[in-house]
């Protein structure tokens, strides 16, 4: 559909167009802008794979931004899951790998609430409690599983680094980590420089020595113990080694203080008191210790993290403050632990290959966090404001975008309709008209998941359907003339002459290209709708499988050892060691003295669905989940229409009263744009007005991924009169 009225923020009016005449002049117009300015003056937008039906062609939406070379794509992924799948890697090398949950000895559920949000991932919970699994679980709310877990930390939003600090305290102070595991799989027991805090290096002892020789000291007489980074390997026995030595070492620029990775993160981690970590988390000392004698006590762990520690403002470091605790445990990549690279071989079709250096660097917000999702070309929405409306650091005239809604999704909603008012050319591809999509010039109808085939390649829910790959049949015929996002991407490959890089266009020669290292093709799939499960291994402590050299191949980081101390971290000015040493970063004001924050809904998937009357029959109205503290002080009663104001915005909800939520802050949904009926104050003339991101304020952000405060903003409530 073409639009035939102006972007005055009125509902636009439409005019029915040949695919044909739309694929061609986006296409044209691509060329154009890429010609005369650059390939990243065209951005574009994805939704999330996590739960809407993209999830089976984002590889190939991706494929065609990355070799038409732009290096700009909003992805959301730094509010979603880009810490556990990347900021994790600064840990472990590998994403978060997929839980063992069936067969751990204990659950771990940081910021996640898979009773909500992730139904398989459920089951699998289950499963492993049958078996008398132990559960811990991290979360403001009293969710299902907090209700039924051995240990509720009931954490203030936002303090979840310090909760981990503090677990990770009392494993330290008593003792209750695998000495030998630290020894051998981590990087704690080499020496760091006190005055640089990069390792010591052979080349900084002797002038033709091997910057990859590191070095650990031996107790008793505090000789130093090669290790060779290049190969993982200890060249000395490292039997004896010391996991805190400090010594003095001789280099080439003299006597230099050194101190091990290990002894630097155990005296900042056990520097304050756990009853500073109860100030700052909220949580009784007796439960932090009770939470580590769980994990002590427990032969493996599997946990999650997510979105409840990666919106906010130190999410990165939070992440790494989990992992390293986790660490600790033992249990990464061990069966009943966190697996990673538990899929079978597929090859990847999403182009990261294919995008060039030159563009990748100019990836917006790059300079500014030079280690986070914009090195992948995901960036940050407000960013693209910022250069469509600012030019800075150069303009952004056209946006492409694959589903998604960033009007519901993300902040800044004012200036992101200015941005989207300025674009000289914005196309929507969806299955709905959304308030993002009321601001493009075409919109292109897309298909569903069930009008469609779907290739999927691992089942993430749990180990075992890691190794299923189905190819998912069409339930029901094309509506119209809608068109998978599949085919839109190879309809404009064709038009943009990327035919080679797209297997001639021809969909199933993709698929066998991506299912030939397992041995498979597209045929054989077809035949067997159900799927297939293979029959390879899981690879369980893949680190100490030894290559034909006798190399172990470690983690897949800087020192091939899972890493407490991050070099990377410290090479781009962020601290190499997750440590709190004030209080939270909160921007305190005694006009707003609650905290924001906020949790998914099992009816709606985010901005979704709530065009569909048996979900809105569960969830009529958007719900502020509020104490009765708080309620009582605000003269509030389940059920009465609220206003919840923060510095920069404010927006409407219906209060629930819940017993047992943590009494400092209050909990929205996010995603609501359809309106209310017109006794609610989001009613027809005003749907907006329940869309809590209009209230999130942007201006600090994650110094190292970009993420911002959904979760622990300052806000204040009062009770709508007149409702
Ligand atoms: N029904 C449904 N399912 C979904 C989605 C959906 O919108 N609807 N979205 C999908 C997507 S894209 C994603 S990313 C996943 C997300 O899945 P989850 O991570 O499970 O998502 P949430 O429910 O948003 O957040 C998890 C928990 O974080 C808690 N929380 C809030 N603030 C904090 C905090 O500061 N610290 C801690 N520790 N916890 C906090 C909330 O109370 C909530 O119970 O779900 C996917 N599945
Ligand atoms: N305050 C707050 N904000 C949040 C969150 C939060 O917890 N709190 N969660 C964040 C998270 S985790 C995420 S992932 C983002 C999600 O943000 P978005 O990805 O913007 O998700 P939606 O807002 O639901 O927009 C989905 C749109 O994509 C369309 N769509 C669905 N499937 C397809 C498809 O296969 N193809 C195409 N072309 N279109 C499709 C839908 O019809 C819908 O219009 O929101 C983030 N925003
Ligand atoms: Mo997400």
Do not use: C, F, N, V
């Given at each position: 559909m073409r639009r035939t009225s102006a972007k005055d923020g009125t509902p636009a009016t439409w005019e029915a167009i040949s695919w044909d005449e739309a694929l061609d002049e986006i296409a044209s117009r691509m060329i154009t802008v890429r010609d005369e300015h650059?390939?990243?003056?065209v951005a574009f937008s994805v939704t999330t794979p996590s739960g809407t039906h993209i999830s089976d062609g984002i590889s190939w939406v991706e494929r065609l931004i990355r070799s038409f070379g732009s290096p700009n794509t909003i992805y959301g992924t730094e509010i979603c899951n880009w810490h556990k799948d990347l900021a994790s890697r600064f840990t472990y090398g590998t994403d978060i790998g997929t839980p063992d949950f069936a067969n751990t000895d204990c659950i771990l559920l940081w910021g996640h609430n898979p009773s909500a949000t992730w139904l398989a991932r459920s089951i699998e919970i289950q499963k492993g409690r049958k078996q008398g699994a132990k559960m811990i679980v991290v979360d403001p709310r009293p969710t299902v599983f907090a209700q039924r877990a051995d240990c509720w930390l009931r954490v203030k939003p936002g303090a979840d680094q310090a909760l981990g600090q503090g677990i990770t305290k009392v494993l330290i102070e008593e003792g209750g980590y695998d000495h030998t595991f630290v020894t051998e799989w981590t990087n704690g027991p080499l020496l760091v420089r006190a005055d640089t805090g990069a390792f010591l290096r052979q080349s900084d002892i002797t002038v033709d020595g091997d910057p990859d020789v590191l070095f650990g000291s031996q107790q008793e007489d505090g000789a130093l113990m090669h290790y060779d980074a290049a190969k993982g390997q200890w060249r000395d026995s490292n039997d004896k080694i010391d996991l805190l030595a400090e010594i003095m070492v001789d280099t080439k620029e003299g006597m230099i203080a050194c101190q091990t990775a290990f002894g630097m993160f155990a005296d900042k981690v056990c520097a304050q008191p756990l009853e500073w970590i109860e100030t700052e988390t909220g949580i009784p000392v007796e439960d932090i210790r009770h939470a580590a004698e769980i994990l002590t006590t427990s032969d493996t762990t599997a946990y999650y993290a997510w979105n409840g520690v990666g919106q906010s403002i130190t999410a990165t470091q939070t992440e790494r403050s989990i992992s390293l605790l986790y660490g600790l445990t033992e249990s990464y990549g061990d069966k009943g632990g966190n697996v990673p690279g538990a899929a079978a071989a597929f090859a990847d079709v999403s182009g990261q290959d294919l995008l060039s250096d030159g563009q990748r660097a100019k990836a917006l917000g790059l300079k500014e966090?030079?280690?986070?999702?914009a090195l992948s070309g995901w960036v940050t929405a407000r960013d693209v404001y910022r250069a469509v409306l600012?030019?800075?650091p150069y303009p952004v005239k056209m946006l492409i975008s694959f589903g998604g809604n960033i009007l519901a999704s993300q902040p800044d909603t004012d200036r992101a309709i200015a941005a989207l008012k300025q674009l000289d050319f914005h196309i929507h591809a969806d299955f709905f008209l959304n308030p993002s999509a009321n601001y493009a010039d075409i919109v292109l109808p897309v298909a569903t998941s069930w009008e469609r085939e779907g290739l999927r390649t691992g089942f993430d829910a749990s180990v075992e359907g890691m190794r299923t790959v189905q190819l998912r049949a069409a339930v029901v015929k094309s509506m119209a003339e809608a068109r998978s996002d599949i085919d839109i991407v190879l309809a404009l490959a064709k038009r943009l002459g990327l035919s080679s890089q797209f297997f001639d266009c021809d969909i199933d020669t993709g698929y066998d290209h991506i299912l030939a290292p397992a041995g498979l093709n597209i045929a054989q799939l077809r035949a067997h709708p159900e799927g297939v499960t293979l029959p390879s291994k899981v690879p369980y402590r893949s680190y100490a499988e030894c290559d034909e050299n006798g190399n172990p191949k470690g983690f897949q980081t800087p020192t091939r050892?899972?890493?407490?101390?991050?070099e990377t971290l410290l090479q781009n000015g962020y601290d190499p060691i997750p440590v709190l040493e004030s209080g939270l970063p909160r921007q305190r004001d005694d006009k707003f003295p609650l905290q924001l924050s906020g949790a998914k809904i099992v009816a709606f998937c985010h901005s979704q669905h709530r065009n569909i009357e048996s979900l809105r029959r569960l969830m009529p109205d958007p719900i502020l989940e509020i104490s009765k503290e708080t309620a009582e002080s605000r003269n509030i009663n389940n059920g009465d229409w609220t206003k919840v104001t923060t510095p920069v915005g404010h927006f409407v909800a219906r209060a629930k009263l819940v017993k047992n939520i943590e009494p400092g802050s209050v909990f929205a949904q996010h995603g609501w744009w359809i309106e209310g009926a017109a006794d609610t104050p989001y009613s027809p003339d005003n749907p907006m007005a329940a869309n809590m991101n209009r209230a999130i304020p942007t201006d600090t952000a994650d110094p190292i991924s970009g993420s911002i405060p959904l979760r622990n903003s300052m806000c204040d409530v009062e009770r709508m009169d007149g409702w």
């Open positions: 650059g390939a990243e003056q966090r030079p280690i986070g999702p600012d030019h800075d050892k899972l890493e407490i101390y991050s």
